[in-house]
């Protein structure tokens, strides 16, 4: 029976890994195509430049713009190469967050309000390959431009400023972009909740700043909260990170919220691939 | 100050500068390109294309993220 | 022959109201049905269950003695064309056939050499090479058409394949259509009779959530096609009245057959037949089962031809009416399909 069956049908010879490669694939040639893998990292690298820039310049552009009485001495001290770099993190936090977060968000929510995503579900693929499919480009696009930026800042802070330990720029460039990863996967499961893309990145962006209120008001309650990130990436690049059971607890935290959401994105568009 | 110590200034700064201006060069450059070609735009073209040219930085990234109507 | 699909006692509820009310139908193999029905009748709905994009509330939906727990056999199974299909606009037309090659299991080879085959076969293998966002609304359904068949589906799924199209458009997606249904079982739904009439063997009829009729297009014709006499009257204020009178009579005499029916055994009592219709007219009201009046076009279906056309000759006569045109035929689909549609 099971023969005749086989033979009745065309052959069909592969994994579910290939079929997932295959909209990973898609996924990476969208962000070609549309110009976004060269135009969001080029966004970060001048956010990157620039910090350190304007803190190398700020007492002259001050002297140059400022109406200050001739013969006042203007006395701003040299910030630390460290603390250039947490501040060009800060940056990455406010305008970089708000790029990529407003990139990203119609990567669900444009395709099933088309019905695009219904030609692709009707097919033998299951919805989790195909959020995860999305997901792996947040991952690509976001640690691409994060990298280029940061690297970035840090090469200027170390020709204007002061060399910081690649260890101290490495350990602050992965948890900055986990905190990045916990914003974008807000951005997934909303982009897969709400119709409206401007909704899901204000409710994203908005849940992102909950968090880090939360964690940075009760550090003794909630500094385990993923919002704590950004403020352990701070102290890594600084050099006063320690591991602690909070900073242990809040790495945990972070990675059962991402699947958390994830796996909730999944229940949601199982429910109903397609609205109209 | 004279203006030989302002040129010598200068001189100084633009290295340091010039990264940035041809980071938003390009920044331009792919924005007015899409703008153009796109056949559909979330508002007049014409206001956009002013945006992206004389908004540096805010302008090409706004165009992008708000201003294309993707099929 | 044997059954395809099977679909047995499908619901689907959104909130409180039924969309769908219980659907029993089978597509043999190698058949192609239409799911035929107004706007709002559960069609779309209906299309989606059988594709599994939506839950249904209850039934079961079987393609190949398959079912639904084993959900993604049966999507192996399956090809589906939406009513309008969306793609990446950024993609070329080749590029989209041979992605959706890759996602039912195709290795990128020989998904690229099944993109070129049934492109050609759409006949876009020229506008294969460009970007799908310049595409008109016909080569967007013949994208989506060869899209569908890329892994061969031994079922061929469509919701409203030519309703949004242009005259041009349609003919070419039709033609497609007439020849695909000999390669694979087809079914689409439509809420064109016309359509459903060109390329069918079977046709569902749905309204309101539930089957109103259902069987091959030659059965469902033959046992539901009546003899009808239509006329047009001269015009006239007389014309006019008469044709009134003769639909009140004629329909206040079948809710008396039907009364009569009802009191089964007691009935045939001399009060009931007297009442205020004419007595001349009963010969030609025993008749007329129904009386469709069009301004001056009047379509009486009957039963008996002859016999209707002769009393209605004298009744003419009698009643002095002027007439124009008097034509005999017989019901069409059309007439049908009204009839179920909107009763």
Request: charged residues 20%.
């Amino acid at each position: 029976m099971s023969g005749l069956a086989a033979s009745e049908r065309s052959v069909r010879p592969s994994s579910g890994l290939s079929r997932f490669a295959a909209m990973f694939g898609k996924e990476l040639l969208e962000l070609v195509r549309s110009l976004k893998l060269i135009w969001v990292p080029i966004v970060f690298i001048a956010l990157g430049i620039m910090q350190p820039v304007t803190s190398y310049y700020m007492p002259v552009i001050l002297e140059k713009a400022g109406n200050l009485p001739d013969g006042s001495v203007i006395e701003i001290p040299l910030p630390t190469g460290a603390q250039v770099m947490a501040e060009t993190l800060a940056q990455f936090g406010s305008l970089g967050a708000l790029v990529i977060v407003l990139v990203f968000m119609g990567t669900v929510s444009s395709e099933r309000n088309s019905g695009a995503v219904s030609m692709i579900l009707v097919k033998p693929v299951s919805p989790a390959s195909y959020l995860v499919s999305k997901w792996g480009a947040m991952l690509l696009l976001s640690s691409l431009s994060l990298l280029a930026g940061y690297g970035a800042a840090w090469y200027y802070t170390g020709f204007l400023i002061e060399a910081v330990a690649f260890k101290a720029v490495l350990s602050s460039f992965l948890l900055y972009e986990l905190w990045l990863l916990v914003l974008l996967t807000l951005t997934l499961l909303l982009s897969t909740a709400l119709r409206s893309a401007a909704g899901a990145a204000f409710a994203a962006l908005g849940a992102g700043a909950v968090l880090s209120l939360l964690s940075n008001l009760f550090p003794k309650y909630a500094g385990w909260l993923p919002g704590a990130l950004p403020g352990f990436a701070r102290q890594a690049v600084m050099g006063s990170l320690e591991w602690s059971s909070r900073f242990g607890a809040c790495l945990v935290a972070t990675v059962m919220l991402l699947a958390a959401l994830v796996l909730l994105a999944n229940i949601l568009l199982r429910r109903a691939a397609a609205i109209d | 100050m004279n203006m030989a110590e302002e040129l010598g200034q200068l001189k100084e700064l633009l290295p340091i500068i010039a990264p940035i201006m041809v980071l938003q060069l390009i920044l331009m450059v792919i924005a007015l390109v899409l703008c153009i070609k796109s056949s559909q735009t979330r508002g007049p073209k014409w206001v956009w294309i002013l945006v992206i040219i004389f908004a540096n930085l805010i302008g090409p990234i706004a165009f992008m993220v708000f201003g294309r109507r993707n099929e | 022959m044997r059954p395809l699909l099977e679909v047995e006692g499908l619901v689907k509820s959104f909130g409180t109201t039924k969309a769908v009310k219980g659907l029993d139908f089978t597509v043999m193999e190698g058949r192609c049905a239409a799911l035929l029905g107004p706007n709002g009748a559960g069609k779309t709905t209906t299309i989606r269950m059988l594709t599994g994009l939506l839950k249904a509330t209850k039934g079961t939906v079987r393609i190949n003695g398959c079912s639904g727990s084993s959900h993604r056999d049966m999507r192996e199974l399956l090809g589906y064309v939406p009513q309008s299909p969306s793609f990446y606009g950024w993609m070329t037309g080749k590029e989209y056939v041979a992605y959706a090659g890759k996602l039912c299991g195709l290795t990128a080879r020989q998904a690229d050499i099944r993109a070129s085959e049934l492109l050609s076969r759409v006949g876009l293998e020229e506008a294969g090479k460009r970007r799908i966002q310049g595409y008109s609304g016909g080569m967007k359904q013949r994208l989506g058409l060869a899209q569908s068949l890329v892994h061969q589906p031994k079922l061929l799924v469509m919701d409203e394949p030519v309703s949004a199209l242009d005259p041009i458009g349609r003919r070419e997606v039709l033609e497609l259509l007439q020849e695909l249904k000999s390669e694979t079982t087809v079914l689409f739904s439509t809420h064109v009779l016309h359509d459903a009439e060109e390329l069918c063997d079977d046709i569902i009829i749905m309204a309101s959530g539930q089957i109103a009729l259902q069987g091959s297009l030659q059965e469902v014709r033959n046992n539901n096609r009546l003899p009808v006499i239509s006329i047009r009257l001269e015009e006239g204020e007389a014309s006019r009245e008469w044709a009134l009178t003769l639909k009140r009579d004629a329909e206040s005499f079948a809710q008396k057959t039907v009364e009569r029916e009802n009191e089964s055994t007691a009935a045939a009592l001399p009060h009931m037949t007297s009442s205020h219709l004419p007595l001349q007219r009963m010969p030609l009201l025993r008749h007329v089962r129904e009386v469709e009046v069009e301004g001056y076009l009047v379509r009486l279906i009957v039963d008996d031809i002859a016999e209707a056309r002769r009393s209605l000759l004298e009744e003419l006569l009698r009643e002095n009416v002027g007439v124009s045109k008097l034509e005999v035929g017989f019901s069409s689909l059309e007439d049908l399909f009204m009839k179920v549609v909107s009763g």
